[in-house]
Structure formats: structure tokens, C-alpha cells
């Protein structure tokens, strides 16, 4: 599967965990230099808390458009280590 927002791949990986809809990509599958840490979060009662990155491709960030969990709760565990994305940002596969 590949992420791209703007033209550029933000990742490309075949070790995708899918969750609710949501292709989960292996951290180390995203392209460097790409994001930007935030200080957002969000809870899920079954996942945990997410924490977020904005992107910055081109001069244009995208805030808050990759999620993941650091410390998901056991239901939840196939996803750590793993970046997931929104807000415009196109996954195909």
C-alpha cells in the first residue's frame, strides 16, 4: 500500500495491518523528514490514546494528519509501532 499526500509518497509498505478501515503502516515505512511532531491527542476506549504528526511536504503542512499509539491497549496491540493517516492524505493499495 502507499500514503501520498501532494504528490509525495509518505509510505509505501506491504506489511499493512488494516483496523476500522485504517491501513496501519510500519513506522519505519515512512519516507524521513515528513513529520512533524504535535502535542494532539485523542482516546479510543478499545485502542488507547492516540498521539498525532502533522506533515511537511513542499512548504505546505498538513496538521494532525498521522495518528498513532505509542501504548495501545491489549485489544489493540497489532498496531504499535504504527502510522495511520487522514485528512487528505491518499491511501491506495
Known amino acids: 500500500m502507499k500514503a501520498v499526500w501532494k504528490g509525495e509518497m509518505i509510505a509505501e509498505s506491504d506489511d499493512i ?8 503502516f510500519p513506522a519505519a515505512a515512512v519516507a524521513p523528514g515528513l513529520l512533524v511532531p504535535s502535542t494532539h491527542t485523542s482516546n479510543c476506549p ?12 513542499a512548504g505546505a503542512t498538513n496538521e494532525n494528519a498521522v ?9 489493540a496491540a ?3 509501532d504504527r ?11
Open 67 to 75: 495518528w498513532y499509539y505509542p501504548d495501545p491497549k491489549p485489544a
Open 17 to 24: 495491518v488494516t483496523v476500522e478501515g485504517n491501513a496501519y
Open 46 to 57: 478499545w485502542k488507547g490514546t492516540a498521539h498525532y504528526h502533522s506533515l511537511s511536504v
Open 83 to 93: 502510522l495511520a493517516f487522514w485528512k487528505g492524505v491518499q491511501v491506495s493499495g
Open 78 to 80: 497489532e498496531i504499535k
